[in-house]
């Protein structure tokens, strides 16, 4: 017996039963980024290793444990993209867009990859809709993307998400944060799990997100508030807040809110849904002011976040049932020539921009196709036999309310169309 394949494991097939759910978030993201003058941009699905070993950090658990790296004979090495902002880091410099405008706004929709374990809301291939401002440094600027996150999610029909917000501080402040972190730490050290007791000293702000139950007791007894940061970047963070503020966005403050990235400083934050499980975020980001000189480009500041498009979907009310589209026209015929009558007349049918098809089978009969036009739920169903071969014409029927008239050939498009923009809600 040949063998069966199945859809690589923490992978989904998104079917077209579920596809308008994924289109209609992606038409409203489209729609609401646009009106902040964020412009799409697409990048390669996989990059030098380099790039995202230099960008995300050698230490971090993206570039330790989950990098899907491709193989080749040749020195070069590729990997799958993990995340965007890399990649967008990379265009940008590349193309000396830093040249072209003072602040460029740029949103991408696309998958990730991440080589770990999967379970509910961590898949090896996700999708991300994220944006990137890369240009600025400004508290108010900070304040647009949090609050675009927060209503890109409101738009998608979620409901009670949670905003954390935090101020890593400069370069410097991280500094200082990560040495009370080891300090505060150290006493409660062979309380963590073996991962963790690695990351003390690799990439002790990992501690903060892990998920095991005796990391997250001694996470809680932590005492760490704002005492690393530097007056600069304290008032800085107050002025993202009074900006919030103004917008009347609810937020909370978690001074133990880390980002795993190592480009991280100022500003960084994560929405959250209970719904989720222990994998509750729907997405995060924050300010990364010196990646683009880190990647040699421009001593430029820039800030983004990135939305998980399947935890989203997750988490929105109704997106759990098939969704039940309609057709406009169905053809049903009788005999092979009103099979490539037919043929032709779908062509012009289409040409108006309406949705029609039948069955394409000469032998089917006239009440298979009538019970399939009725299983897709069509507006219209044009009948095509004998008779109306000879007299040139093809009968219409309105499936809602039964009437039939004849119609020309010639004139079918036309009317047809006329009835779908006149009836738009028919079915």
Known sequence: MLKKFSVPRGTADILPSSISYWQGVEQK????????????????????????????????????????????????????????????????????????????????????????????????????????????????????????????????????????????????????????????????LSALCEDCQNRFERNVFRILDCKNENCKKVVHGLHIKDSHLSEESRKYFENVREALDLLKISYEVNPLLVRGLDYYTHTVFELSHESLGSQDALGAGGRYDHLMEELGGPNVGAVGFALGVERILLAKPGTESPVESSLDVFVVTRGEEAVKKAFVLLNTIRSHSIMADMSYEPDSSFKSQMRLADKLKSKYVLLLGEDELKENVVTVKDMKSGEQQKVSFEKIGEVIKNKICSHPEVN
């Open 29 to 188: 993201a489209r729609q609401i980024l646009e009106t902040y003058r964020f412009m799409e941009i697409r990048t390669p699905i996989f990059e030098e290793t380099a790039l995202f070993t230099r960008s995300l950090g050698q230490t971090s658990d993206v570039v330790q444990k989950q990098m899907l790296t491709l193989s080749s004979q040749k020195e070069d090495s590729f990997s799958l993209r993990p995340e965007g902002t890399a990649s967008i880091a990379r265009a940008y410099i590349e193309n000396d867009i830093d040249k072209k405008q003072k602040l460029a706004k740029f949103y991408y929709i696309g998958p990730m990859f991440r080589g770990e374990r999967p379970q509910k809301g961590r898949l090896r291939q996700f999708h991300h809709i994220g944006v990137e401002a890369i240009g600025v440094s400004q508290p108010l600027l900070d304040a647009e993307i949090i609050s675009l996150s927060v209503r890109l999610l409101s738009e998608f029909g979620i409901k009670g998400f949670k905003l954390k917000i935090n101020s890593l501080g400069s370069l410097e402040d991280k500094k200082n944060l990560s040495i009370l972190l080891r300090d505060d730490l150290k006493k409660n």
